[in-house]
């Protein structure tokens, strides 16, 4: 159970970490015992029912290691939900709107009555992951009915035609090496996992060791750079008294060690999935249809276009892949009756704002990041129509030095206005994130709004009647 002075208190004092994180982090480190237990011991020698079993019994226990008697909460979410599915399944509309009401609602519920101003471990952490994997199974579940012709490809893939019994899917909800912290897969991969339908592939060990080894990398890295730059640091005098471009820079580096705990943590959950086989990724989405070795199918993080990214796009795609890919899949390709691209996007940044908490920073982190991607792209379409097929376009484009020095300069900025887009959603509250902006002068806001009016000139310009605003159209 959770709390006591007992050998993980010690253990965790002993390293300088909090108890809860350190509780985390020897779940996600015990799926590599279990991964390897399974790949040698069990996968070959024993049936489909005592896999559910094994994965089950060790998911539930690992969870009453970090979160004790508080496991009744997904056990109602898990149960509930199986319930729901068993008996809406002939009404495939009215399944998913129950289970989805049903599961985001308990989940803000206990959001309301946990949530304190600080980053919390507490049962609602694994909740979030739970959610997504229930209101997935749900959609998919119903997919399952209507005719396979009015269902589009990533549909046909996860639809369930035959539904799990209970221990199936608990054991799916449950799963060691993803319950606690991701990444998100469908029941069907589960599944095909337990069939051994991904046994064929045989560099599953070099692919996992290769990953869970960068992950470590990466928590030394964030632990490190802990250190050097503390959260509390940004809200002290010794921060806002820094020169503007120490300011800036230093937030931009924080913005990545901040970056780097989640990255550390899906990389080694990452690689323990991978021992296991399950996170195969076949190469023309085809599960068993060819024999390509390629394991990022349970990748939650792009790791090189993280790193060499210019944009803030790079990041969205390359950052938290799979719980992005659900997104997509379950809400933003949902949202297609809205006849808007635009709409949808801003639905599915506002449904993923609302599942990370209440706190003011999601909301504000979120919609920066709608704002900042909206930014880059009219700047890449100003950049297209005007720069670039004049003279000064030609040299950018075909000079090395030039384009160097531009690459050079976009790299800045991809860091410090990453740095100045997480602020909020690591600092959560707005007594403390507004602080960080006020000490540097609330840049960020200034250049999109001095840019939002710049392109709203320009459009006006665009306008064949406006070519002369002095002068009114006698037309119009």
């Not at 997919?143 to 539904?163: A, H, T, V, Y």
């Not at 989405?285 to 090189?304: M, R």
């Not at 030609?394 to 997480?422: D, H, P, Q, S, T």
């Amino acid at each position: 159970m959770s709390g006591g002075n007992g050998f993980v208190q010690q253990a965790a004092m002993l390293v300088g970490a909090p108890e809860p994180a350190f509780r985390l982090l020897l779940t996600i480190l015990a799926g590599y015992p279990i991964s390897i237990f399974y790949k040698f011991i069990l996968e070959n020698k024993v049936s489909n029912a005592i896999k559910h079993t094994y994965f089950l019994s060790l998911g539930l226990c690992l969870y009453l290691f970090n979160y004790g008697y508080d496991i009744y909460h997904s056990l109602i979410a898990v149960i509930v939900t199986y319930g729901i599915c068993a008996i809406f399944q002939g009404k495939p509309t009215m399944l998913v709107k129950v289970n989805f009401i049903f599961n985001m609602s308990y989940l803000l519920i206990g959001y309301y009555l946990t949530e304190s101003n600080e980053y919390d471990i507490l049962w609602t952490m694994p909740h979030c992951v739970l959610v997504l994997r229930l209101i997935g199974f749900g959609f998919d579940v119903a997919d399952g009915r209507p005719s396979e012709s009015d269902l589009s490809k990533d549909q046909k893939d996860n639809c369930i035609k035959e539904m799990p019994n209970i221990v199936q899917l608990m054991a799916y909800s449950y799963f060691p090496s993803s319950f606690i912290v991701g990444p998100q897969f469908p029941f069907n991969r589960y599944k095909h996992f337990i069939n051994n339908e991904f046994t064929k592939y045989k560099s599953y060990m070099e692919a996992g060791i290769k990953r869970g080894s960068v992950g470590v990398l990466y928590l030394i890295i964030r632990q490190i750079g802990a250190v050097y730059l503390p959260d509390d640091y940004f809200l002290s005098s010794e921060y806002s008294n820094k020169s503007f471009i120490t300011q800036i820079v230093q937030l931009g580096l924080w913005g990545k060690i901040s970056l780097y705990k989640y990255i550390s943590c899906w990389l080694l959950a990452e690689g323990s999935l991978t021992l296991l086989g399950l996170s195969h990724s076949p190469k023309n989405g085809q599960i068993g249809s060819d024999t390509k070795d390629d394991w990022t199918a349970c990748s939650n993080v792009k790791l090189v276009l993280l790193e060499t990214g210019t944009r803030m796009l790079h990041y969205v795609q390359s950052f938290n892949v799979n719980t992005n890919n659900w997104v997509a899949a379950y809400v933003y390709k949902r949202l297609k009756f809205l006849n808007s691209r635009t709409i949808s996007y801003a639905g599915a940044l506002l449904f993923l704002a609302v599942w990370h908490g209440f706190h003011s920073g999601y909301y504000m982190a979120f919609a920066l990041e709608y704002t900042i991607i909206t930014f880059e792209k009219q700047i890449e379409s100003f950049y297209n129509t005007v720069i670039k097929p004049n003279k000064i376009g030609r040299v950018i484009e075909n000079n090395l030095f030039v384009r160097g020095v531009l690459i050079a300069i976009m790299k800045f900025y991809n860091i410090v206005m990453m740095g100045w887009c997480l602020t909020p959603f690591i600092q959560l509250s707005y007594n403390k994130w507004m602080v960080i902006y006020s000490s540097s002068g609330y840049w960020g806001f200034y250049l999109l709004g001095i840019w939002t009016l710049i392109h709203l000139f320009y459009q006006f310009l665009l306008n064949p009647k406006h070519k002369n605003p002095l002068l009114k159209d006698k037309d119009q």
